[in-house]
């Protein structure tokens, strides 16, 4: 069941909320579902670029996310635009792919602007292969109340598959 953004911060965030809040539970989140070892996202991943040091929300081997409390059409261009240096100058998985971008964060309130992020969420989707994520439409991303998670699994084989044709694809590169 979807929920709106009020209840979903009324449930699941403190009172005063802010974007660390947010990064906490989403980072909970992702340890439920993949459980915890390498998978889990670490507490701080930095990216250096040629003109600084910037620090990512949350990484995983396979997933840059960036998050931002509210997904206003303004904030969905900020936070796409964070995610391509984080790409373009973090690790790539085996050295050459470059890892999922996701931008997640809690739907605004009002509704023209939800309907304008919604939108552009949606553009950036199937043009980009950007995934925007507005938290409080997605169940998936509700924290749960058992500790596992069976979709643990089924995202241990997808990754392991994923690597297994990126090694192919490698292979065949260098043979050719």
């Given at each position: 069941?979807?929920?709106?953004?009020?209840?979903?911060?009324?449930?699941?965030?403190?009172?005063?909320?802010?974007?660390?809040?947010?990064?906490?539970?989403?980072?909970?989140?992702?340890r439920?579902?993949?459980?915890?070892?390498?998978?889990?996202?670490?507490?701080?991943?930095?990216?250096?670029?040629?003109?600084?040091?910037?620090?990512?929300?949350?990484?995983?081997?396979?997933?840059?996310?960036?998050?931002?409390?509210?997904?206003?059409?303004?904030?969905?261009?900020?936070?796409?635009?964070?995610?391509?240096?984080y790409?373009?100058?973090?690790?790539?998985?085996?050295?050459?792919?470059?890892?999922?971008?996701?931008?997640?964060?809690?739907?605004?309130?009002?509704?023209?602007?939800?309907?304008?992020?919604?939108?552009?969420?949606?553009?950036?989707?199937?043009?980009?292969?950007?995934?925007?994520?507005?938290?409080?439409?997605?169940?998936?991303?509700?924290?749960?109340?058992?500790?596992?998670?069976?979709?643990?699994?089924?995202?241990?084989?997808?990754?392991?598959?994923?690597?297994?044709?990126?090694?192919?694809?490698?292979?065949?590169?260098?043979?050719?």
């Open positions: 069941m979807k929920l709106t953004p009020k209840e979903f911060c009324a449930k699941y965030l403190p009172e005063s909320w802010c974007e660390r809040d947010l990064q906490l539970y989403i980072q909970k989140v992702i439920q579902k993949w459980g915890m070892g390498i998978w889990q996202p670490p507490d701080e991943v930095v990216v250096a670029t040629p003109n600084s040091r910037r620090r990512i929300d949350l990484a995983t081997p396979l997933t840059v996310y960036e998050c931002k409390c509210w997904l206003t059409y303004d904030n969905i261009y900020h936070a796409i635009a964070q995610t391509e240096i790409t373009r100058y973090g690790g790539k998985i085996l050295g050459i792919i470059k890892k999922q971008r996701i931008v997640i964060g809690v739907a605004p309130i009002d509704f023209k602007e939800y309907e304008s992020a919604r939108k552009l969420a949606k553009d950036f989707s199937n043009l980009k292969g950007i995934k925007v994520i507005f938290i409080n439409e997605c169940p998936e991303w509700y924290l749960q109340h058992s500790e596992h998670s069976a979709n643990k699994y089924l995202l241990y084989i997808i990754y392991f598959l994923c690597l297994f044709i990126a090694s192919f694809i490698t292979v065949v590169l260098i043979f050719s």
